[in-house]
């Protein structure tokens, strides 16, 4: 893995209660939401907590600036908006991000999670991110 | 409970903070506690637990996404006339100061208005003690989703 992703992860309990884990393609890092009875947002209809959605986009966004800016990099999200597409179900969640634009100070970056098909994604979020560098 | 909402409502949302607090596993965690609710308005107070922190004991925004999307389907309840499955359809969430492990914060929501099946809300997080703006938020909500009737989107 790359290791300012793997020391992102590594620092972050909240990665670690997603069950978030990250792996590569041709088409880049791949994120993963691990399904956990604790995510369910309603037993009822047993879906994934929307909250749950983004705390995971987030943290894929963020690790998508440490792979590209390196272990040094500062990352801290400074708003968000996010759409649910479609209802989620029981069961793990993928997700790419795209870093639309970097700036020394600032990045953009949009996350897609889907579950059945990449094609049918869940939701859609777009982060603003503070960025530097404990150098 | 107060007594401008709707009593079908009062007694979905006296249900559903028995379960909150005492059988759903991510609620039980943060430890929910209603402040206020009436009608189109609620506020908790809530953990900010340490598995949920970025680094040392700094909590990572995602605990305050998910904290105010919970508060504002609980708050969009409070304005229905009858209960009916909600689902969110976008969140604005804006993280305005750090948030220490350990701490409790309250969130506080009101759903400014429900059109033509849209639920509109609006709320912020700050912490308990020191009343430290943490986080300011807003989502629209549909009312009248598909799924079961009795279903709270939470």
Redesign the interface.
């Known amino acids: 893995m790359n290791p300012a992703v793997a020391a992102l992860i590594e620092r972050s309990a909240i990665a670690d209660w997603l069950g978030f884990s990250v792996q590569e393609d041709d088409g880049g890092l791949v994120y993963a939401l691990a399904f956990d009875e604790i995510h369910i947002g309603n037993p009822l209809i047993r879906a994934i907590h929307g909250g749950v959605i983004a705390a995971f986009l987030e943290v894929a966004a963020q690790c998508e600036i440490a792979a590209a800016l390196g272990p040094r990099a500062i990352v801290k999200t400074v708003n968000l908006d996010i759409d649910y597409l479609t209802s989620s179900r029981a069961q793990p969640m993928q997700a790419r991000a795209r870093i639309t634009r970097m700036g020394r100070r600032l990045a953009f970056v949009e996350a897609t999670g889907w579950q059945a098909s990449e094609k049918k994604p869940v939701a859609k979020a777009q982060f603003r991110l503070r960025i530097g560098s404990a150098d | 409970m107060t007594s401008d909402i709707h009593p079908s409502i009062g007694a979905m949302l006296n249900n559903a903070r028995d379960w909150l607090t005492h059988e ?3 609620f039980q ?1 943060l430890n929910l506690e209603p402040v206020l609710l009436g009608k189109g308005k609620a506020t908790f107070v809530v953990d900010l637990p ?7 004991d700094v909590i ?4 305050m ?6 508060i504002f389907g609980l708050t969009v309840f409070t304005a229905l006339e009858e209960l009916k ?1 909600i ?9 305005i100061a750090n948030a220490k492990a350990g701490a409790r914060a309250v969130c506080a929501a009101q759903c400014i208005a429900v059109n033509d099946d849209i639920a509109h809300v609006s709320g912020e997080l700050k912490i308990e003690d020191s009343g430290l703006l943490l986080a300011t938020g807003a989502g629209s909500f549909m009312v009248g989703t598909r ?2 009737v ?5």
């Open positions: 759903h596993s991510l965690s340490e598995a949920f922190t970025s680094e040392e990572h925004g995602g605990l996404t998910i904290i105010m999307d919970s499955p689902a969110t359809i976008n969140l604005r969430i804006d993280y799924g079961p009795k279903g709270s989107r939470l």
